[in-house]
């Protein structure tokens, strides 16, 4: 497992966690909800920008395809933001718990990510 993947994981279980709890707690959108969100945008581009150096760099080689990986990247980046949208449109409490399925998702696409760079299961 990389560095990476492992703060990947913390960030979208603590973002799935919180919003969870936001779903119980309130009838809008958390502030907590949304911080955690951005929470792992935040962590999207700094693995963008890792896998970036990474590619152009000193681990060039892919094991899989180039374009489905940056194309889980750029999927990935579009995600919370889209998911941001929908929540500041629907203000409900259902709002929180759409929002805890973007850690979920997320937290998918980082390991298919992985597995893709690396060429096998973590």
Same mark, same amino acid.
């Given at each position: 497992?990389?560095?990476?993947?492992?703060?990947? #994981?913390?960030?979208?279980?603590?973002?799935?966690?919180?919003?969870? +709890?936001? =779903? @119980? $707690?309130?009838?809008?959108?958390?502030?907590?909800?949304?911080?955690?969100?951005?929470?792992?945008?935040?962590?999207?581009?700094?693995?963008?920008?890792?896998?970036?150096?990474?590619q152009l760099g000193f681990e060039a #080689?892919?094991?899989?395809?180039?374009?489905?990986?940056?194309?889980? +990247?750029? =999927? @990935? $980046?579009?995600?919370?933001?889209?998911?941001?949208?929908?929540?500041?449109i629907d203000k409900t409490r259902w709002?929180?718990?759409?929002?805890?399925?973007?850690?979920?998702?997320?937290?998918?696409?980082?390991?298919?990510?992985?597995?893709?760079?690396?060429?096998?299961?973590?």
């Amino acid at each position: 497992m990389t560095l990476m993947f492992i703060i990947g #994981t913390v960030v979208c279980a603590a973002s799935t966690l919180i919003c969870w +709890v936001m =779903t @119980a $707690l309130r009838r809008h959108p958390a502030d907590s909800s949304i911080i955690s969100l951005a929470a792992v945008e935040l962590f999207l581009v700094a693995y963008g920008i890792y896998a970036a150096v990474r590619q152009l760099g000193f681990e060039a #080689t892919i094991t899989g395809e180039g374009w489905e990986f940056w194309g889980y +990247v750029f =999927t @990935a $980046l579009l995600l919370p933001v889209g998911v941001f949208v929908w929540a500041m449109i629907d203000k409900t409490r259902w709002s929180n718990l759409v929002m805890s399925f973007v850690g979920l998702v997320v937290f998918v696409m980082v390991y298919r990510m992985e597995v893709i760079w690396w060429g096998s299961a973590l």
